[in-house]
């Protein structure tokens, strides 16, 4: 049996420890996983592929097909889902050591992102979008 709790405040602590307890006493065995650090949120994972799709818009108008910038051997233009793969993945298991992008906390995205637009500045010429910013209501 899997179960996934969130405990976010003194009571549900208070409310879990009791539950696991309860558990434990009928078992005499438990396997626990603790995360900490809020992951991201829905709006920061529509931030991330609002910001990849703009990206791979920027890196084609640019003539920076897949091929410039990962193979020679054939033209590739870029998609969100192909900047995500051959991009942000890689430069994210490298800085953070999370495969999954579900995985980075709200303050890791914006180091990737910092890494990310760095790179293609320096590498070739190109400057990355912004990271996209939720608009307030008038």
């Known amino acids: ?11 549900s602590l208070a409310e879990h420890i009791r539950d696991l307890r309860k558990q434990w006493h009928e078992s005499k065995y438990l396997i626990v996983n603790v995360r900490t650090g809020k992951t991201r949120t829905l709006t920061q994972n529509r931030s991330l592929h609002l910001f990849l799709g703009m990206l791979a818009d920027d890196l084609n108008a640019a003539g920076m097909d897949m091929r410039r910038v990962l193979k020679q051997e054939v033209d590739i233009p870029w ?5 995500k793969e051959f991009l942000w993945k890689p430069l994210q298991i490298a800085l953070l050591n999370k495969a999954s992008t579900t995985e980075a906390d709200r303050q890791e995205y914006t180091k990737v992102h910092e890494v990310l637009s760095r790179h293609l500045g320096q590498k070739f010429g190109i400057t990355a979008p912004e990271w996209p910013k939720k608009k307030k209501a008038a």
């Open 79 to 83: 998609t969100t889902e192909s900047c």
């Open 1 to 11: 049996m899997t179960d996934e709790i969130k405990i976010d405040s003194e009571l």
